[in-house]
């Protein structure tokens, strides 16, 4: 992490200082050393930037150093069909949702490194995205109302989004989705929901949730 700042620190000054440069040139008129000045600055300029949304990113999500519970999840019965889902998010209050539907799905953004990003030493970072409701029906999935509820907010300089958009502007760096197996939703279930590498895995905690997945069939 303080590789990042410092890399951001330099090649920030490595662009003024090209940008500084190439007015000085553009003044006394040297056409070809103004250009290669705007070219340098251009390219320490892209460079920060991506030093600064990795940093940015990297405070912003967690860090990934092996498998992991990231959250705990319980169900209440509001009414048929529907239940009220008590999220627990270490370091974070409580969240209480409604859910509609038969099962639950919980989805998280995971990036991890390629080269040349691996010389920066660099842990697998992730971020709960969202929590939703589905149905075991297709009929009632696609006519039944869907519950869907944001579990984080949106970055101001999200690694995640650039590398998804722009891959050839973030060498190095794979983003995809880890998505939780879905699992039924039962009154009193209580699940812990653990993050790998590559995925987030739902265990069943206690006896309601254990009968719900027994008695579960795919």
């Known amino acids: 992490m303080n590789f990042l700042l410092a890399a951001s620190a330099v090649f920030t000054l490595l662009t003024l200082f090209f940008l500084i440069s190439m007015f000085r040139h553009a003044r006394r008129r040297r056409p070809v050393r103004a250009t290669g000045s705007l070219a340098g600055g251009a390219a320490s300029g892209a460079l920060g930037g991506a030093s600064i949304l990795l940093a940015f990113s990297y405070f912003g999500y967690g860090r990934l150093i092996d498998e992991q519970v990231v959250s705990q999840i319980e169900f209440s019965a509001a009414q048929p069909g529907e239940y009220v889902a008590r999220l627990m998010i270490r370091g974070e209050p409580d969240r209480f949702l409604s859910l509609r539907g038969d099962e639950w799905q919980m989805d998280a953004r995971v990036v991890n490194w390629q080269p040349p990003a691996t010389l920066l030493g660099l842990d697998p970072i992730y971020q709960l995205e969202r929590l939703s409701g589905r149905y075991s029906d297709v009929g009632d999935e696609m006519s039944e109302p ?14 995640w989004r650039v590398a998804r958009r722009f891959p050839m502007l973030m060498p190095g760096v794979d ?11 039962a009154d009193g279930a209580r699940f812990e929901v653990a993050m790998t590498r590559t995925a987030l895995i739902a265990r069943p905690v ?6 719900a997945v027994g008695n579960w069939v795919q």
């Open 146 to 159: 869907r519950t869907v509820h944001a579990l984080s907010d949106d970055l101001v300089l999200d690694v």
């Open 175 to 185: 983003a995809y989705y880890g998505t939780a197996t879905y699992v039924p939703m």
């Open 206 to 211: 206690n006896d309601a949730a254990r009968e």
